[in-house]
Nanobody
Framework: QVQLVESGGGSVQAGGSLRLSCTLSGYYSSRKTMGWFHQAPGKEREGVASIYTFSASTIYADSVKGRFTISQDNAKNTVYLQMNSLKPEDTGMYYC????????????????WGQGTQVTVSS
């Protein structure tokens, strides 16, 4: 059974940094895409970053380009999201997801989801 577990959320002031981690357990092909999604209070879930684990190719939402970096440690089956220069609008739940469609930022393209980790950025 596939399981995704996120960690690393917390509360920071604007301009601060956090690093989120997502560890995948259970079988998943090495040719998979891992994504991070942000859901602000009262809003839909939006993709922020994605990595194709076979090639380490990445894509980012325009709102986080230059601030967030997605990376992976294949030996640990873990994907990270380094978040710098955080803004109050980055507040919300962050979800990790896995799927087989390469480099997508649409939630519908992901089959497996974690429970999420809360990020709060104060001004």
């Amino acid at each position: 059974q596939v399981q995704l577990v996120e960690s690393g959320g917390g509360s920071v002031q604007a301009g601060g940094s956090l690093r989120l981690s997502c560890t995948l357990s259970g079988y998943y092909s090495s040719r998979k895409t891992m994504g991070w999604f942000h859901q602000a209070p009262g809003k839909e879930r939006e993709g922020v970053a994605s990595i194709y684990t076979f090639s380490a190719s990445t894509i980012y939402a325009d709102s986080v380009k230059g601030r967030f970096t997605i990376s992976q440690d294949n030996a640990k089956n873990t994907v990270y999201l380094q978040m710098n220069s955080l803004k109050p609008e980055d507040t919300g739940m962050y979800y990790c997801a896995a799927g087989y469609r390469a480099l997508r930022l649409e939630a519908a393209d992901y089959a497996s989801w974690g429970q999420g980790t809360q990020v709060t950025v104060s001004s």
